[in-house]
């Protein structure tokens, strides 16, 4: 067996999954190449983590997969059951009836977790990334939340959730929901900080984990807000760590969970270094005076240019929050 850094857990109140590692390792790469996939994701078992996310579109289910398969082989983890995974439903299969197939689907192992990966709807058809704006539809949300109590009830899922909800969607889907959401993942990060949105989560009791904690993709060509920030370059160097450390190090402080996607095996050590240490008073107060600057935006990221929303409101789709 490994020797492995200890990873904090964090309990979900809802469901009856096992609590979530505090740190998850993102798996959406693009272009995909399966191979590395796996082999990241073996070098992530053997430094410690043991929560990991994916995706119907990420294309990385199956080699995330048969990487823990290949874990469990080489006695890095005892079974499955030490795993912490998380997947999405795609937008393509947010109607009520094809929920559940598309989980079985999903299920290459255990899924701790399913999130409704976005409060969009498109035309059924194959997971793509970027889609029309056409093929945009009304969302039917009671529905397909319906359907995924029924992948928690069945067991499949143990979990469930939601990624990408504005309080807004959350409203409405509270209102209906048996099972309430344990999870809503978002893009959250020091340069922009979800306020509203954690105020909002921390009252109902869901649990919120952050993607693109350190800034995401470059998707407009303007720098990372995160990486590029001078307030945390300078609490990086008097506390002797790096700049993606203070900030996955706040974000565990606002009692969040880092979605972290990095493929190096030495940066993955390295952001797993962020539990024995702490923010003081005056570095909270300096990142909290950092301008805020959201990079995914439905209209931006999700849909390409081409097209028209037809069948759908933008404004039941944009996610733009703070």
């Known amino acids: 067996m490994a020797s492995t850094r200890a990873v904090p857990e964090v309990p979900l109140r809802s469901g009856n999954a096992r609590p979530m590692p505090a740190i998850g390792m993102g798996t959406a790469k693009f272009p ?29 289910e199956r080699p995330l997969g048969e990487a823990l398969a290949e874990a469990v082989r080489r006695r890095l983890v005892a079974c499955w059951e030490e795993v912490f995974v998380t997947s999405k439903l795609w937008c393509t299969q947010c109607h009520p009836h094809l929920v559940l197939p598309s989980l079985r689907e999903s299920l290459h192992g255990p899924v701790r977790l399913y999130l409704i990966h976005w409060p969009i709807s498109l035309k059924p058809g194959p997971a793509v990334f970027p889609v029309r704006r056409d093929d945009a539809v009304p969302l039917d949300l009671d529905g397909v939340w319906r359907a995924m109590e029924e992948c928690h009830r069945l067991g499949l899922a143990k979990a469930i959730g939601v990624s990408n909800f504005t309080t807004r969607h959350l409203d409405k889907l509270m209102a209906a929901a048996t099972v309430p959401p344990a999870v809503n993942q978002v893009e959250m990060n020091p340069a922009w900080q979800q306020r509203k949105l954690r105020e909002y989560c921390a009252e109902k009791g869901i649990h919120v984990a952050a993607y693109s904690p350190l800034g995401g993709q470059n998707w407009l060509g303007a720098g990372n807000a995160v990486l590029d920030s001078e307030v945390l370059a300078e609490i990086a160097m008097a506390r002797g760590k790096t700049i993606a450390q203070v900030a996955l190090r706040w974000i ?11 493929f190096s095996k ?26 805020q600057k959201k990079i995914v935006k439905a209209a931006g990221v999700v849909f390409t240019t081409e097209g028209e929303f037809m069948s759908a409101d933008l404004a039941d789709m944009e996610i733009v929050e703070e």
Do not use: C
């Not at 053997?46 to 994916?54: A, I």
């Not at 565990?252 to 990095?262: F, L, N, R, W």
């Open 32 to 60: 995909l190449v399966p191979r590395t996939t796996v082999k990241a994701v073996l070098e992530a078992v053997e430094v410690g983590y043991r929560h990991f996310d994916t995706a119907t579109v990420y294309a990385t």
């Open 252 to 262: 565990y402080e606002q009692g969040v969970t880092p979605i972290v996607k990095s």
């Open 266 to 291: 030495q940066r993955l050590k390295e952001n797993l270094e962020v539990f024995d240490w702490g923010l003081t008073d005056d570095d909270l107060r300096k990142i909290g005076r950092i301008p």
